[in-house]
C-alpha cells in the first residue's frame, strides 16, 4: 500500500477518453497560507466524480477553483492550469461570467433568491440572454423544474416565494436554476448536509438522472453518499490529491494508507 | 457484597443531593440578581416615561389653546358710497369696521378711549370685511354681518389667560378694554372657532395673523432638496464602499472620516454652507436650496452608514448564488443586494430625514431666520423652517405667541413621531427571515 | 495501522476473529478427534466427536448474524468490508471442515464393529498432514499473513497425491479379499472427507489473501493427480 507523496490511483484519464476538466500542479494559496498542492486531476466527461476528505483539507477550495468562485476571495491566488475542453479557465481572455454560465454550482445551505419560484428559475436564462421571448423562457423554467423533479410540485404555485419551499424542494429548486442556464459541468459543494434522508434520495437520484446530460462534481462529507452516488471519487488531505480512482476500487481496496485510515475511520 | 452495596447506595444520593445543595443556594443569589436588573429596567422606563409624560403635559398644556381663535361678530354698514364697486381694494374698511364698532359703544367719544376701543380688531379685519364685500358685492349700500378676528391681546382674555385681578399697571389691557370686552360677549358677538389661520398664513408681527403654513412649505421644500439630493448620493457612496472600493488604507480613512462626520455638531455644517455656498457659489440667502444642500451634508453620513449595514446585512450566500449562475457584480448588486438592502436604507434615510427636519442650528447660519411673511412658491425663494420658525416665535413676548410656539412644537414633533413610525413600520413590513 | 476512532467497533471486529479463532480451533479438535477414533478405534470417542459437531453449526449460526449485523449498523468498507465479508465465508469453510470430521467419526463407528483393514496407516498420515494444513491456515488467519496462508495454499498437492495413493492401496485390498470391500470403502470415504477438508483449508487460504490484500491469487490452484481421472488435469470442482 503507497504511503508516498504521489497520488495514488488513476487521477489522469487516458488518451483516448474525454475529459471535460483537466487540472495540472494546480497550487491555491490564501495569502502565505497554501491550501492545494500540486493537484492533478481530471474530471470524465458525463459522470459524477465525488471529492472527500476531512476537515480543512481543500476538497471545497478546489471545486470554488473550476468556476472561479475564488476569485471573489480577496488574497486568493490559484496557479498552475484548470482546463475546460481543452481551454485554460483562468486566462485572460476568459470570461468569468461566460465560465460561470457553462460551470453551475449548486451550495451547501439551499440558498433560492427572496423571489417567486419562477423568477429563481428565470434569472439565469433572462440575463444571459437565453430566451427570445417569454413564451421561450417559460418553456426553459418548465423544462429545468421537470429535469429536477421538481415541476409536480411546483406547478400550482410558481408565483410563492422560492424561500417557502421545504429544504429539500429549494435545493431542488437550485439544482433547477443551475440547469436552466444550459451549463456543461454541474459542481455541487455538500449539496445534502442540510437535508433530511429522504430528501438526501431523491437530490441523489436526481444526480443520478442528471448524469445523462451533465459531468458532475459533488463534494460530501459522507462517504456513504459518494459510493452511492459517483463513479470516480477524489480523496484529498491536507491540500494533497492523496487518491482518486474508480469508486468502487477505493471503498473496496484503496491504495493508499491515508485513503483506508480516512474510509474505516481510523483517523486521528 | 451487601454492604458494598449498600454504601454506593447511600453515596450516590448524598452526592447527587450535595451539588444539588450548591446550585440551590447559588441559584437564589442569581435569581435575585436577575429580580434586580429587571427593577431597575423598570425604573429607568418609568422615569423616561414620567419625563417624556411631563413634556407633553407642559407642551400640550401651553400649546392646545392656540388651536382656538376668537373673533367678534359685527354689523357693518356698508354705505353706497364708501366702497366702489370696480376698485373694491380702495374703501376704507377699517373705517367702516371702527364705525361699527363705535355703534356698540356709543358712550365712547375720547381720542384715547376710541383707540384703546379700536385696538380690540386684528390688523387684519379690514381684510376680512374686503373678502365679505368682494363676495357679495350686493351688500353695498346695506351692511353685511362679518366675523373679524380679535386681537391677541384680547384673545388672550377671552382665553383666560389675562388676570383680571392685577393691578390694572401690569396689564396689557385696561380695566375699560375687559368692560368692553365683557359687554361684547354678553351681547353674544364673540365667537370661538377652530384657528384655521395658523395654518394657512405665513408668519407676521401680529400674533392673530400669524401662521406656520409658511414654515410648513420652507421645511418641505428644504427636506425636498435633502431628499432629492442625499438619498441617491449616499445609497450610491454605501453601495461603492462596500461593494467596489478595494480594501486599501485609503479606503479605511474614507470610512473613519465618514463615522466621525456623523458626530460633527450641526452648525459646523451651518458654517461650511455659508462660506461655500452662499459666498463662494452665490446661491440665494434664505434659499431652501441652500438649507437643503447644508442638511445634505448633514444627513449624508447617517444614511452611508445605515446603508452600508443594509447591505452588509444580506446574506453572502444570496450574493454567491447570483455569482454562481453568471451574474456579473453589477448585476448581482443590482438586482439582488440593493432590493434586499433596501428597507434598511428607506429606514436609514427616514431617519436621517426625521432629524434634518429638527434642525435649526445650520439653517440659521445660512439665513434662514429672516423674517419672511410669503409663502414661498420654490426651493430658491427666500423662507424659513419650522424649527426656526420655533425659535424665532420663542423670542417675541406676546402672550399669544407663547401659546402658538408650543401649538407650534406640538406640529412638529407630530410630524418626527409620524417619520419615525413610519421609519419603524416600513422595518417591519419588510424583515426578512433568512 | 492506528485502530478504530470509534473503540466498539474495533472492539466488534475483534469478537469477530475470536469467534473464527475459537471456531477453527474446535474443528481443529473434530479433526483430531475423529482421526484418533479410527486409529484407536474408540466409538466413545467417535460418538462424542459426532455430538460436538452441532456445536460448530451453532457458532456458524452466531457468525452469520454477527455479521450482519455489523454490516447493517457499521456501513463498512475497505478492510473492514473484507474482513467481515472473509469471516463469513471463512466460517462457512470451518462448519464445512467440521462436517466432514464428524462423517469421518460416524464411518469410525461403524468401522470399529468390523476387524481392523490394513491401509488403516495412511489414513493417520494423511489426517496429521491435514491437521497441519488447518492449523496453519487459522494462524495466517490470526495473523493476517499472506505468505503463510500461500503456503499451506500450495501444500494442499501433497493432501491430494496423499490421497491418490491411498486410493490406490484400497483398491489393491479390495481386490485380494472381497471381505475386505466394505470396510475398505468406509476408508475411502474417509479418506474422502479428509481430502475435502484439505480443500476446505485451502478455500480459507483464498480468502485470507483476499481479506489482507484485496485480491485473489493469480496461479492456479496446484493439484495432484487424481486417481479417478487418471491422465488428465483436475478433478470435480474442488
Known amino acids: ?268 | 457484597m451487601d454492604t458494598r452495596s449498600a454504601k454506593a447506595a447511600r453515596a450516590a444520593p448524598s452526592g447527587r443531593s450535595q451539588i444539588a445543595e450548591t446550585v440551590n443556594a447559588g441559584l437564589r443569589r442569581r435569581y435575585r440578581a436577575e429580580r434586580r436588573f429587571r427593577a431597575y429596567g423598570i425604573i429607568a422606563i418609568l422615569v423616561a416615561l414620567g419625563m417624556l409624560a411631563t413634556l407633553f403635559v407642559t407642551i400640550i398644556g401651553k400649546g392646545y389653546t392656540a388651536f382656538w381663535q376668537h373673533s367678534l361678530e359685527l354689523n357693518v354698514a356698508v354705505p353706497a358710497d364708501a366702497v366702489n364697486p370696480q376698485d373694491l381694494g380702495s374703501a376704507n374698511y377699517l373705517g367702516l369696521l371702527r364705525d361699527a364698532l363705535q355703534a356698540q359703544f356709543p358712550e365712547v367719544d375720547t381720542r384715547q378711549e376710541r383707540r384703546a376701543l379700536f385696538a380690540m380688531l386684528s390688523d387684519g379685519a379690514p381684510y376680512a370685511l374686503q373678502d365679505a364685500v368682494a363676495e357679495d358685492p350686493s351688500v353695498i349700500g346695506r351692511s353685511v354681518t362679518v366675523q373679524v378676528a380679535l386681537d391677541d391681546d384680547f384673545d388672550m382674555l377671552a382665553k383666560g389667560h389675562i388676570d383680571a385681578n392685577l393691578p390694572e399697571a401690569q396689564r396689557r389691557l385696561s380695566d375699560a378694554q375687559v368692560a368692553w370686552y365683557q359687554a361684547l360677549a354678553e351681547r353674544g358677538m364673540i365667537e370661538g372657532h377652530f384657528n384655521t389661520t395658523l395654518f394657512t398664513s405665513g408668519d407676521s408681527r401680529q400674533a392673530e395673523m400669524s401662521g406656520i403654513w409658511g414654515a410648513v412649505v420652507g421645511s418641505f421644500f428644504t427636506l425636498a432638496v435633502t431628499l432629492a439630493l442625499s438619498f441617491p448620493i449616499g445609497v450610491a457612496t454605501a453601495v461603492y464602499l462596500e461593494e467596489f472600493a478595494p480594501k486599501n488604507r485609503f479606503t479605511d480613512l474614507i470610512e473613519v472620516n465618514i463615522n466621525n462626520l456623523a458626530a460633527v455638531p450641526s452648525i459646523v455644517f451651518g458654517l461650511l454652507g455659508l462660506a461655500v455656498f452662499l459666498q463662494f457659489f452665490g446661491l440665494p440667502r434664505s434659499a431652501p436650496l441652500v438649507g437643503g444642500l447644508v442638511l445634505t451634508l448633514m444627513t449624508l453620513p447617517t444614511i452611508i452608514i445605515a446603508s452600508r449595514a443594509a447591505l452588509k446585512s444580506v446574506p453572502p450566500s444570496i450574493r454567491e448564488a447570483a455569482l454562481g449562475l453568471g451574474a456579473s457584480k453589477l448585476q448581482m448588486i443590482l438586482h439582488h443586494v440593493l432590493p434586499l438592502a433596501m428597507p434598511g436604507m428607506l429606514t436609514g434615510t427616514i431617519i436621517g430625514m426625521a432629524q434634518a427636519l429638527g434642525e435649526s442650528a445650520p439653517l440659521l447660519m445660512i439665513g434662514m431666520v429672516a423674517f419672511v411673511v410669503d409663502i414661498p412658491n420654490g426651493p430658491l425663494d427666500p423662507s424659513t423652517v419650522l424649527p426656526v420658525q420655533i425659535f424665532l416665535w420663542a423670542d417675541s413676548p406676546e402672550r399669544a405667541f407663547v401659546e402658538r410656539t408650543s401649538a407650534a412644537i406640538m406640529v412638529l414633533l407630530a410630524f418626527l413621531v409620524f417619520m419615525n413610525a413610519a421609519a419603524v413600520w416600513l422595518r417591519k413590513k419588510f424583515e426578512r427571515r433568512w | 495501522m492506528v485502530g478504530h476512532t470509534v473503540r466498539s467497533f474495533e472492539e466488534e471486529l475483534n469478537q469477530l476473529t475470536n469467534i473464527i479463532v475459537r471456531m477453527g480451533g474446535l474443528a481443529e479438535a473434530q479433526l483430531a478427534g475423529a482421526i484418533q477414533a479410527i486409529v484407536r478405534r474408540d466409538s466413545d470417542l467417535a460418538a462424542r466427536m459426532i455430538a460436538g459437531d452441532a456445536r460448530i453449526d451453532e457458532m456458524e449460526q452466531e457468525v452469520h448474524a454477527f455479521t450482519v449485523r455489523l454490516l447493517a449498523l457499521r456501513q463498512p468498507f475497505a478492510d473492514d468490508l473484507r474482513a467481515i465479508v472473509g469471516a463469513l465465508k471463512i466460517s462457512a469453510e470451518l462448519e464445512r471442515i467440521g462436517d466432514y470430521a464428524a462423517n469421518v467419526a460416524k464411518r469410525a463407528l461403524v468401522l470399529n464393529q468390523a476387524p481392523p483393514v490394513k491401509p488403516v496407516a495412511g489414513i493417520p498420515q494423511m489426517g496429521r498432514l491435514v491437521q497441519e494444513i488447518v492449523n496453519d491456515v487459522l494462524d495466517a488467519y490470526v495473523e493476517r499473513d499472506v505468505e503463510k496462508a500461500m503456503a499451506v495454499w500450495r501444500r494442499d498437492k501433497e493432501v491430494d497425491e496423499l490421497h491418490t495413493s491411498l486410493f490406490r492401496d484400497l483398491v489393491s485390498v479390495m481386490m485380494e479379499d472381497p471381505r475386505n470391500i466394505t470396510p475398505s470403502t468406509h476408508l475411502m470415504f474417509i479418506a474422502k472427507s479428509i481430502e475435502r477438508i484439505g480443500d476446505h483449508a485451502t478455500n480459507v487460504a483464498e480468502t485470507i489473501q483476499f481479506v489482507v490484500k484485496g485480491t485473489s491469487p493469480t496461479e492456479r490452484r496446484p493439484k495432484g493427480r487424481d486417481s479417478a481421472f487418471d491422465g488428465e488435469q483436475g478433478d470435480d470442482k474442488a
Not at chain 1, 127 to 142: F, P, S, W
Not at chain 1, 247 to 264: A, S, V
Open chain 1, 1 to 268: 500500500m503507497a504511503d508516498t507523496q504521489t497520488t495514488a490511483g488513476t487521477p489522469l484519464v487516458a488518451q483516448g477518453d474525454a475529459a471535460k476538466i483537466e487540472a495540472r500542479d494546480c497550487n491555491v494559496f490564501y495569502g502565505e497560507k497554501q491550501a492545494l498542492r500540486n493537484i492533478a486531476l481530471d474530471i470524465k466527461a458525463n459522470e459524477v466524480t465525488s471529492f472527500i476528505g476531512p476537515s480543512g483539507c481543500g476538497k471545497s477550495t478546489f471545486l470554488r477553483c473550476l468556476n472561479r468562485m475564488n476569485d471573489i476571495i480577496d488574497g486568493c491566488r490559484v496557479s498552475g492550469s484548470i482546463t475546460l475542453d481543452g481551454e485554460d479557465i483562468y486566462h485572460r481572455r476568459i470570461d468569468v461570467v461566460q465560465l460561470r454560465a457553462r460551470i453551475g454550482m449548486v451550495f451547501q445551505k439551499p440558498n433560492p433568491f427572496p423571489k417567486s419560484i419562477y423568477e429563481n428559475v428565470a434569472y439565469g436564462p433572462r440575463i444571459h440572454g437565453l430566451a427570445r421571448n417569454k413564451t421561450d423562457l417559460d418553456e426553459i423554467v418548465h423544462t429545468s423544474l421537470e429535469r429536477a423533479g421538481l415541476l409536480g410540485e411546483v406547478k400550482d404555485r410558481m408565483d410563492q416565494p422560492g424561500t417557502g419551499l421545504s429544504g429539500g424542494q429549494q435545493q431542488r429548486l437550485c439544482i433547477a436554476r443551475a440547469i436552466a442556464v444550459n451549463p456543461e459541468v454541474i459542481l455541487m459543494d455538500e449539496p445534502c448536509s442540510a437535508l433530511d434522508p429522504i430528501a438526501t434520495a431523491k437530490i441523489e437520484e436526481l444526480i443520478d438522472e442528471l448524469r445523462e446530460n451533465y459531468t458532475i462534481v459533488i463534494v460530501t462529507h459522507s462517504m456513504q453518499q459518494a459510493a452511492r452516488v459517483s463513479q470516480r471519487t477524489a480523496f484529498f488531505h491536507l491540500g494533497n490529491l492523496v487518491e482518486c480512482n474508480d469508486t468502487e476500487q477505493i471503498f473496496t481496496n484503496p491504495q493508499h494508507k491515508l485513503t483506508q485510515g480516512y474510509i474505516t475511520g481510523r483517523f486521528g
